[in-house]
T-cell receptor, first 114, second 114 residues
Framework: DGGITQSPKYLFRKEGQNVTLSCEQN?????MYWYRQDPGQGLRLIYY???????QKGDIAEGYSVSREKKESFPLTVTSAQKNPTAFYLC?????????????FGPGTRLTVT | DQQVKQNSPSLSVQEGRISILNCDYT??????FLWYKKYPAEGPTFLIS?????DKNEDGRFTVFLNKSAKHLSLHIVPSQPGDSAVYFC?????????????FGQGTRLTINP
């Protein structure tokens, strides 16, 4: 079955620790995205990548880092510099080409930092 | 600056009646609009979309209307079913360095009452 997997579903960390969230897709999509969702808010774009070994900052990239070494994988690291890291993190992918606007989302990872 | 707004945080509708969810946007450069449905602790799933060159798109029980002059779109669900209870996000698409960037509204929680 084609899809996007994110692991783990729930993650707990102590303040000051870096943590990496996994995102894998087998849809053969070129573009991948990371969003965070906070209560009562929409999804906000953290980073996106259109192609392997290339990625761009989104609207709220501070305190986060990413890598795109393989087409299928786009891990997100939440660093200790992120001031408010507790949130629900969503990974998405989309095919390239004109007229392809839909992004397909994974199940999400809820990160709690205490 | 909230470019996409869903002004109703919640909506309650009787089963079998019509549900109407609204969304306003400010950026005239948006060229595609999408609706996503989201259950708690899951990723959003794509529901229906509309190009800015159209004013209506229909898919089964779901119809999206776009009023470009008013910068307003709406999602109609008829008849509403209990399984439609979820949070609905509207999103607007704009090109960003070749990628399609989605800007999301804050979401509307729809509850269908039996």
């Amino acid at each position: 079955d084609g899809g996007i997997t994110q692991s783990p579903k729930y993650l707990f960390r102590k303040e000051g620790q870096n943590v990496t969230l996994s995102c894998e897709q087998n849809l053969n999509h070129d573009a991948m995205y990371w969003y965070r969702q906070d209560p009562g808010q929409g999804l906000r774009l953290i980073y996106y990548s259109q192609i392997v070994n290339d990625f761009q900052k989104g609207d709220i990239a501070e305190g986060y880092s990413v890598s795109r070494e393989k087409k299928e994988s786009f891990p997100l690291t939440v660093t200790s510099a992120q001031k408010n890291p507790t949130a629900f993190y969503l990974c998405a992918s989309s095919p390239s080409g004109t007229g392809r606007y839909e992004q397909y989302f994974g199940p999400g990872t809820r990160l709690t930092v205490t | 600056d909230q470019q996409v707004k869903q002004n109703s945080p919640s909506l309650s509708v009787q089963e079998g009646r019509i549900s109407i969810l609204n969304c306003d946007y400010t950026n005239s450069m948006f060229d595609y609009f999408l609706w996503y449905k989201k259950y708690p602790a899951e990723g959003p799933t794509f529901l229906i979309s509309i190009s800015s060159i159209k004013d209506k798109n229909e898919d089964g029980r779901f119809t999206v209307f776009l009023n470009k002059s008013a910068k307003h779109l709406s999602l109609h669900i008829v008849p509403s079913q209990p399984g439609d209870s979820a949070v609905y996000f509207c999103a607007a698409s704009a090109s960003l360095r070749g990628a399609q960037k989605l800007v999301f509204g804050q979401g509307t929680r729809l509850t269908i009452n039996p």
